[in-house]
C-alpha cells in the first residue's frame, strides 16, 4: 500500500485525486489552507479507511509524520478570478510552497509530481503546443503570478531532479471541468453553467473566436495518475486536444442546460490567449492515455452535479 501527499487535496482537481488515489488502495495525506479549497469537496472522505486531512499552508515548512511514497503538490489558486485577488499568495505558493513540498519528498526518498499547466505556454505562437515549446508568456503583465509561478516551479522540480536524483513528474494540465467546481471560481466552464442555471446572460470575452480545449475530471485524473506510475521525467501535456471556440461553448451550453439565457460580450482580459490546444502525442504514445468523454457529455454530467450539490436547476424557457 503506497502513501500519498496531496497537496491542495480539497480543491477541484486534488479532491478527485484523492479519491482515486484511495480507490486504488493507497492512503492520502490531503494538504490544504482552504483559501479556494473547501472541506464540501472531501467531506466524503473522512469515514474512510487510509484517509487525513491537514489544514496547512505550504508556502510554509512542510512535514508529514511516516513514510510518504509519492508528493502530488496540486496547492494553487488556478482561475484568473482568485489568482488575480491573491497574487502574492499567488508566487509563493508556485515557488516557496514547490520548494517546501520538494524538499518532503527528497527527505522521505518519495517521487514528486508537479501539477503545472497550460498556462506554461502563455499566448502561443505555435499550435498546438507540445512540450517542446517554450511559450509566449508576458512576465510582468497581471496573468504573470500564475503563468511565472508555474514555470518557475518546473525549474525547481527539475533543479531538484537533476542536483539530488529526485524522481519527478510534470503534468501540463489543460482546462478542465466537471464535479466539484465553484460556482464563483471564474472560470469560463462554470461560468457559463451557472449563468445558463440562473437564468442570467453568458458573459463572452471577446468576440468568442478564441479557443480552448476542455477535459473533463475523470479523463483528466485517470491521465495524471498514469503519469505518476510512468518513468516519464519531463512535462506532459494532459488535456483534450479537441478544441472548441468560446461561443461554441456558450451555445452547447445552452443546448446542455436547455437555458433561454442570452450572450453578451465583454472587452477581452489582458493577455487572454487566443488558441489552446495540447499535443497529446506523449501522452498518448508512453501513458497510453487519452481522453474519452466528450464535452458535450462532461457538461452534461457537471450540470447535474450544480443541480444536486447548490440546487441549480434551468428556469422555465
Known amino acids: 500500500m503506497a502513501r500519498d501527499v496531496v497537496t491542495g487535496g480539497a480543491g477541484f482537481l486534488g479532491s478527485h485525486l ?16 482552504l483559501v479556494t479549497g473547501s472541506v464540501d469537496n472531501i467531506e466524503h472522505l473522512f469515514a474512510r479507511a487510509g484517509f487525513t486531512f491537514v489544514a496547512h499552508d505550504v508556502s510554509t515548512y512542510v512535514w508529514v509524520p511516516g513514510p510518504v511514497d509519492a508528493v502530488l ?25 514547490t520548494h517546501n513540498c520538494l524538499g518532503l519528498a527528497k527527505s522521505k526518498g518519495a517521487r514528486f509530481l508537479l501539477a503545472s499547466t497550460s498556462e506554461v505556454y502563455g499566448d502561443p505562437q505555435v499550435h498546438p503546443q507540445p512540450e517542446s515549446y517554450w ?31 529526485l524522481e519527478v513528474r ?15 471560481d471564474g472560470r469560463v ?10 437564468g442570467k446572460p453568458l458573459t463572452v470575452y471577446g468576440d468568442g473566436s478564441q479557443t480552448r480545449s476542455f477535459c473533463y475530471v475523470d479523463d483528466q485524473v485517470r491521465g495524471i495518475l498514469a503519469l505518476l506510475d510512468s518513468d516519464l ?29 442570452e450572450v453578451i460580450h465583454e472587452p477581452l482580459p489582458v493577455d487572454d490567449p487566443r488558441q489552446r490546444q495540447p499535443d497529446v502525442r506523449l501522452a498518448r504514445e508512453r501513458l497510453g492515455w487519452e481522453p474519452t468523454v466528450p464535452l458535450r457529455e462532461g457538461l452534461a454530467r457537471t450540470v447535474d ?7 441549480l436547476r434551468p428556469p422555465p424557457a
Open 73 to 97: 503538490h496540486f496547492a494553487s489558486p488556478a482561475s484568473p478570478v482568485d489568482y488575480l485577488e491573491i497574487p502574492i499568495q499567488t508566487l509563493k505558493v508556485g515557488s516557496l510552497g
Open 305 to 311: 452535479w450544480f443541480g444536486r450539490s447548490l440546487d
Open 135 to 165: 511559450g509566449h508568456v508576458n512576465p510582468v503583465g497581471p496573468r504573470g503570478v500564475y503563468d511565472e509561478a508555474k514555470r518557475f516551479a518546473e525549474a525547481m522540480t527539475m533543479a531538484y531532479h537533476r542536483c539530488h536524483g
Open 233 to 261: 521525467t519531463g512535462p506532459v501535456n494532459v488535456g483534450n486536444p479537441a478544441e472548441f471556440s468560446v461561443a461554441e461553448l456558450a451555445r452547447l451550453v445552452l443546448e446542455v442546460t436547455g437555458s433561454a439565457s
Open 189 to 198: 466552464v462554470s461560468n457559463f453553467l451557472v449563468q445558463a442555471l440562473q
Open 170 to 184: 510534470i503534468v501540463r494540465i489543460f482546462n478542465s471541468f466537471g464535479e466539484h467546481m465553484r460556482a464563483n
Open 18 to 33: 484523492c479519491e482515486a488515489l484511495l480507490d486504488r488502495g493507497d492512503e492520502v495525506v490531503a494538504i490544504d489552507n
